[in-house]
């Protein structure tokens, strides 16, 4: 039992000091915003004690609600909203990427190997073309759809499909990342043969040097974003696998807030590609200018991800969500 005399007496100062902070909550230095958010922690402590131990339900009404009062507060003093942002693209976002750099790398090989793989074997084999599909629709996939296709819809319309299809993409490859990845592996696969394939025709029929200059300038980007998501899908069915030191459970956790991180970003990343799709990649420009539009943006995504990160990671930094500060151990 906690005598509530002597635990008033012990703790009220705490408690008026919160409530004159709160009060403050936006004319606040840092040192006191410091303050505020640790007094708080202390309060949830206090009222946890008062309602296990102390059976007083007034001191508990009341302190839950210098609690819910002062957890607003806390939550109005973080930094501005523009600052968050800042923080996740100078930070988060880089420093998860950087983290899944030998996975994502991984990926792309893999991806880009089977890609090649299915190519070779259904460019050198007549009977596998043939089993593909009959040759008109062959014919009318290399002479009209294949280019068609990026010119079917009006720039804008297609830029918001494409990017709606891709975010599509990217998300069940990295949400299948519960399911052990293995379905991440199959979505890899199919897109990777997919592209083999389609690369394969055209290039049997003399519409190669077409086939890369449509795919290069929106592909190079639109891939990378693939793959970095397959490569964090991998990573957090992995952990599930092997969490290393840490129980499986908070690893998953831990992983798996991270991940949304990488999802967020992608949104960027794709509406970036998407954009280069619909007005860059059938525009009348020579080809060698669409092609090094597109190799500026992936350089220049890939730059500042390993500078970015690189420098998140050197500074002991990570894309995980700061825990809440109703759990964090504190002091009674």
Not at 207 to 214: I, P
């Amino acid at each position: 039992m906690v005598d509530v005399d002597a635990y008033v007496t012990a703790h009220e100062p705490e408690w008026r000091r919160l409530d004159a902070l709160v009060q403050r909550r936006r004319r606040l230095s840092g040192d006191e915003v410091d303050e505020l958010v640790t007094l708080y922690q202390r309060t949830t402590t206090h009222l946890s004690a008062v309602q296990s131990a102390a059976h007083d339900p007034v001191l508990a009404a009341a302190l839950s609600s210098r609690v819910a009062r002062a957890r607003a507060a806390v939550t109005g003093a973080h930094a501005s909203q523009w600052r968050t942002v800042g923080r996740f693209a100078a930070v988060s976002f880089p420093a998860m990427a950087y983290r899944a750099r030998w996975w994502w790398l991984g990926t792309a090989l893999g991806s880009l190997a089977v890609a090649f793989l299915v190519g070779w074997w259904v460019a050198r084999s007549p009977a596998v073309q043939a089993a593909l599909a009959p040759k008109a629709q062959v014919r009318q996939l290399v002479n009209h759809q294949f280019q068609g296709y990026y010119s079917q819809y009006a720039a804008p319309a297609f830029a918001a499909q494409v990017w709606t299809n891709n975010a599509w993409v990217a998300a069940e490859t990295l949400i299948f990342g519960i399911l052990l990845g293995l379905p991440t592996l199959l979505v890899l696969f199919s897109n990777a043969a997919n592209i083999g394939v389609d690369g394969a025709l055209m290039i049997v029929h003399g519409k190669g040097v077409l086939f890369f200059a449509l795919i290069l300038p929106h592909g190079m980007l639109e891939l990378t974003a693939v793959f970095l998501a397959a490569a964090t899908g991998l990573r957090l069915g992995w952990t599930i696998i092997d969490p290393g030191p840490r129980p499986r459970s908070r690893a998953f956790a831990e992983e798996g807030r991270a991940s949304i991180t990488i999802a967020l970003g992608l949104v960027v990343v794709l509406l970036v590609s998407g954009a280069i799709e619909a007005f860059v990649t059938p525009s009348p420009l020579p080809t060698w200018a669409r092609i090094t539009i597109g190799a500026v943006a992936e350089c220049a995504f890939l730059g500042y991800v390993i500078v970015a990160g690189r420098r998140a990671a050197a500074a002991g930094l990570n894309a995980d969500i700061e825990e809440a500060p109703d759990v964090l151990p504190v002091t009674g």
